[in-house]
């Protein structure tokens, strides 16, 4: 285990429950309460308990799999050196820090022909799982167009994309591709052929020092005028609204379970406790990317702060409409009877029972991972490494077209990275 954060923890404890499959024997993380806390759950010697993850894979390979689950632009380095020892790989994503890290992880895997499975969550989720079933067996037809929405949720913007780790693209990625690449390889798989044209407008609206407001300090309990009113005053985040939410709370304090005391600290002296609109983020708040795939479908891809939270969908074909809300049922509209009748998501997926984080995807891709590597083949949400890494470089084009205003050709920007194996 290669990163022991909030990602790392996840598998991890997916993996202690599946003990007759998985054993983990080793892990690497600089922080040692994170280390140790792995080191606990799983009684791993202290001698296989590292640093570093150059410490873990400077070592002849001593396991069959390696989970790198470090941040946005350590993933890289890591990969490519467990590759290179033959290691197979469950890799957060991005996949890489750049187009070209992506490619040259896709390259590398093929060359070497270890696994490289990137933890794209949602393909392993009931609600996707239920509504690629459908598409497959011909429910709407062929495809035509595809509208999706990836609603971040203000609060969850707040907490990850202004104050936390993922605020800033030269220390992590573009938000399109950090948070939404996964959305991306969903509409791909949806659509089930290659996009070839990318075009995307956005920016980052609110969130920025202009509209700080007037006597605000640089820390909300510095005595700030509206911190009564202010929707993201820390203490009324970290204290009320998630003072369950263990996800929050660990990351604001860097610790698995930080006290009210430690939280108090956290949010007087770091990020997670400044004002919103004096920190050094520079990521979107909301984007737009508009995709045409091989065949002419098209799909419509809508990102935004300013919401509740959530994602939605509608698949529009030549024989009817499917709509839903991730985590709810799936309602179809019938060209054929002019009549529209709800899909509950256990009816699309029978005898799926995936539980846990990201709508069941984190622990459904553990659980698609031991299957995997148990020989089984026939799981339809696992892809290639190639398919991953195209997925990849749709995000990455949607950025430069937002930033340069250019319609971006797939094929031509896959070229000149090098082209994949």
Known sequence: MIGAGSRGTVYSKFMKEMEKDFTVVAVAEPDDRKRNYIRDMFDIPEEMCMASWEDFLSRPKFADLAVIATMDRDHYAPAMAAIEKGYDLLLEKPMGATPEECCEIERAAAEKGVLVLVCHVLRFTKFFRGLKKLIDEGLVGDVVHIQHSENVGNLHQSHSFVRGNWRNSEESTPMIVQKTCHDMDIMQWLVGKNCTRVHSFGGLYYFKKENAPEGSPEYCEDGCPVADTCYYNARRIYFDIYRESTFARSAARTSVRPTDEELTKAIK?????????????????H???????????????????????????????TKGELCGNMGDTL?????????ERVISIADAVIGDSIDGGHGGG???IVKALRDRLNGSIGDVAICSIKET????LIAYAAEESRISGKVIDMADYEKSLGGLK
Do not use: P, W
């Open 362 to 364: 984190d622990g459904g």
């Open 389 to 392: 890494c195209r997925n990849h």
């Open 287 to 317: 984007q737009t990317v508009n995709l045409e795939f091989e065949g002419g479908a098209t799909a419509s891809f809508s990102m935004c702060a300013f919401n509740k939270g959530g994602r939605y969908i509608r698949v529009m074909g």
């Open 331 to 339: 309602r179809f509209y019938d060209f054929a009877t002019n009549s």
């Open 269 to 285: 002296h770091s990020n997670y406790g400044k004002c919103v609109f004096k920190m050094d983020n520079n990521v979107v708040d």
